[in-house]
């Protein structure tokens, strides 16, 4: 259903290293870099044919702000991937925020794992994993 998540960034070479090392723990390349048509860079995390991850300086030169009540949650492959991408991220320069990565009950999902940070920007995200 959706074609891409774009979050804004104040730093967008520092935010370059932060994804390169937390996407590449999910398998992902380095950021492809695109220039909008007003000379802002855009950093493209996937394959352009949807399902893209998107980091950009905002276009209109206001500071990038994070959406209060927003959470982009990556899928792991394991109860591990979740952890080490909670890991990862914290080392390159994210903050971990809740709980510990761990599992956590749902009521109508069973037990499900989920680590949540946030990027060097303040943008909340989440590595999350279904049980089979």
């Known amino acids: 259903m959706l074609f891409h998540t774009m979050i804004g960034s104040n ?15 999910l ?13 802002h860079t855009r950093l493209i995390y996937g394959n352009g044919a ?3 991850f998107i980091v950009t300086q905002p276009i209109n030169d206001e500071p990038a702000t994070v959406a209060n009540g927003a959470t982009v949650a990556f899928s792991c492959d394991s109860p591990e991937q979740v952890k080490r991408l909670h890991d990862v991220a914290v080392s390159a320069g994210g903050t971990s925020i809740e709980a510990a990565p761990g599992p956590r009950d749902t009521a109508n999902m ?14 909340k995200l989440c590595g999350i994993h279904f049980p089979n």
């Open 27 to 39: 398998g992902m390349g380095e950021a492809t870099p695109n220039i909008a048509d007003s000379g």
């Open 50 to 52: 949807g399902t893209n």
């Open 110 to 123: 069973g037990t499900i794992e989920l680590a949540y940070f946030r990027d060097p920007d303040g943008n």
């Open 11 to 25: 730093d967008i070479e520092r935010s370059k290293r932060f994804y390169n090392e937390v996407l590449g723990v």
